[in-house]
């Protein structure tokens, strides 16, 4: 029954089993919905032969692999069918002992997600990234220096405010100052900012904005699978560029524009991404709750990822040119 239901899916999909060899080998009654960790899973097809892709679909009872070459599918095929599915690793020990069953995919009928990468930042006007922003030693720094100030528990992630403090209940900056930031802050991440010349956006056509000069920290800690709802950092509290820095994870996180522009883009781990002008005023950012994201080119686990937004606060109303997210708009500024 299990088998059928897997097959159905497949066919759903709108992928096509193939009577001859192709290199793309299904493995159904292994997929994520089995408890298959990607990870576990490209580890055992690889030693079969070079992969391609890997596609271990979200919620699917099957997984599809596709090799470089035809000989090392055919051989995968050989190794893999009617094999019991301990050489995944399954982590339900119940259904271990079910048989692998294998085909072979018309390569052309099966659809992909298009993978985020960081270059899709180009799609996002006054997206600034930049990667290896801080060093794997600076990271670890980082995270041990966070772990020693307390942290603020929210429904799905875990937050600390350093600097002036922000409040939520209305979206403002506290009047009451704390401490300023923890001293490996300061060092690394305002270091780095200082000697920064300016922020360019990767479109390459948005203007240079100038680095601000941050007094207020939020940091968030995002377990696996957990995000943000779609928001603009609101307007008017803040001056210039929003700096956010990724720790520990990378994560895809998501831009939309209300006039139907939307990407998904790839923020890596120790990555500085800085909004700018558009992307800060007129569009919206979420990180989707999702265990898996859509990256080189297979669904890989979300990751625990830890993020330093810096910003810098100011009491005037907001004067940008974008009015329809603006908290200024119809109040003090028109
Ligand atoms: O995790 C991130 O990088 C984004 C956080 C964010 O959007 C915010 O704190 O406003
Ligand atoms: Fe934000």
Redesign the pocket.
Known sequence: MKDKKAYEYLAKSGAEISSTPTRAVCLVNAGNQQGIAVDDFEAACSLLGKIAYLLNFPGKTYCVVIYEGLECAIDAHKALAGRACTLLKRTYSKEASIPLLVEYLIEDSIQLPVPATVQDARAVPGLVVVENFITAEEESTLKQCLDRYKWEPLSRRRVQHHGIRFNYSTNRHADDSMPGFPQEVQDIIIGKLRRMKSLNPVDEVSPVEPVPVPDQL?V?E?KPGAG?SA?V?THSPFRGA?I?V?LCGR?V?EFKHRDGRAMSVL?PARSL?AFTGEVRYDWT?A?TETRFDYVDNSFRERQF?I?L?FRETKSTPCDCNYPHLCDSVGSTQL
């Open positions: 939020t968030n995002y943000i928001h950092d929003i956010s990724s994560v996180m923020v991404v950012h990180i990822r993020s937004t």
